[in-house]
T-cell receptor, first 109, second 114 residues
Framework: GQNIDQPTEMTATEGAIVQINCTYQ??????LFWYQQHAGEAPTFLSYNVLDGLEEKGRFSSFLSRSKGYSYLLLKELQMKDSASYLC??????????WGAGTKLIIKP | NAGVTQTPKFRVLKTGQSMTLLCAQD?????MYWYRQDPGMGLRLIHYSVGEGTTAKGEVPDGYNVSRLKKQNFLLGLESAAPSQTSVYFCASSRQGEVYQPQHFGDGTRLSIL
C-alpha cells in the first residue's frame, strides 16, 4: 500500500529552527510537495522537490532523498505566524497526489 | 484575485438529504479535484477532472457524484447524505500536464450530517 508518515505534532520556540520529517512508500515517484495549512484555512503551496538535494526559499527549505524515501521541511527564524499544519504529499506513478496526515507545528514565545 | 471559490462555506444536513457543493476557479486550469479532510487523516481524493466534460473516481468516491459541464466549475453532489460524510471538503485546481504544478485550494466547505 501507499503510505506517507509525518509526526503528528511538534513544538518549537519563536526565533528557533525546526525540521519536519516526512517518509514515504508509494507506487512510483514523480515529486514531493510541502503545503502549509493554518487552522480553518486552505492548504497553500510551499515547495516542490523532484531531484535529490536541498531547495531553499527564504526562511523555508525542503530536502529530498529519493533513495531513502525521505524529505524534510526546515523552517528558520520561526515566527508566531508559522504556527500551522504542514502537509507532505507525493505524486505517484499515476500522477495522483498521496497526502500525509500533516504535522501540527506549535510555536511558543 | 478570486482563485478557487467554494460555496457554501458551512452546511448542516439531516441524514438522507441531498445537496451540491459548488467550486469555481478563474485561473483557466484544466484539472480540478474534490478532497475530503478528516481529523488525523491526510486529504483524500473523492473525484477529479482533467478537463471539461470529463470526470474520474479518486480514492473515496462512494456516495458522491460530480459534474464538470464548464471548465471553470466542478460540482460535488451528495445524493443521500450519511453521518460518515461529515467532513471538510476542499476543491482544488491545477494546470495541465506539468507534474510540478501545485494545486490551488478553495477555503473549504464544512459539512455536518446529523
Amino acid at each position: 500500500g501507499q503510505n506517507i508518515d509525518q509526526p503528528t505534532e511538534m513544538t518549537a520556540t519563536e526565533g528557533a529552527i525546526v525540521q519536519i520529517n516526512c517518509t514515504y512508500q508509494t507506487s512510483g515517484f514523480n515529486g514531493l510537495f510541502w503545503y502549509q495549512q493554518h487552522a480553518g484555512e486552505a492548504p497553500t503551496f510551499l515547495s516542490y522537490n523532484v531531484l535529490d538535494g536541498l531547495e531553499e526559499k527564504g526562511r523555508f527549505s525542503s530536502f529530498l532523498s529519493r533513495s531513502k524515501g525521505y524529505s524534510y521541511l526546515l523552517l528558520k527564524e520561526l515566527q508566531m505566524k508559522d504556527s500551522a499544519s504542514y502537509l507532505c504529499a507525493v505524486t505517484d506513478s499515476n500522477y495522483q497526489l498521496i497526502w500525509g496526515a500533516g504535522t501540527k507545528l506549535i510555536i511558543k514565545p | 484575485n478570486a482563485g478557487v471559490t467554494q460555496t457554501p462555506k458551512f452546511r448542516v444536513l439531516k441524514t438522507g438529504q441531498s445537496m451540491t457543493l459548488l467550486c469555481a476557479q478563474d485561473m483557466n486550469h484544466e484539472y480540478m479535484y474534490w478532497y475530503r479532510q478528516d481529523p488525523g487523516m491526510g486529504l483524500r481524493l473523492i473525484h477529479y477532472s482533467v478537463g471539461e466534460g470529463t470526470t474520474a473516481k479518486g480514492e473515496v468516491p462512494d456516495g458522491y457524484n460530480v459534474s464538470r459541464l464548464k471548465k471553470q466549475n466542478f460540482l460535488l453532489g451528495l445524493e443521500s447524505a450519511a453521518p460518515s460524510q461529515t467532513s471538510v471538503y476542499f476543491c482544488a485546481s491545477s494546470r495541465q500536464g506539468e507534474v510540478y504544478q501545485p494545486q490551488h485550494f478553495g477555503d473549504g466547505t464544512r459539512l455536518s450530517i446529523l
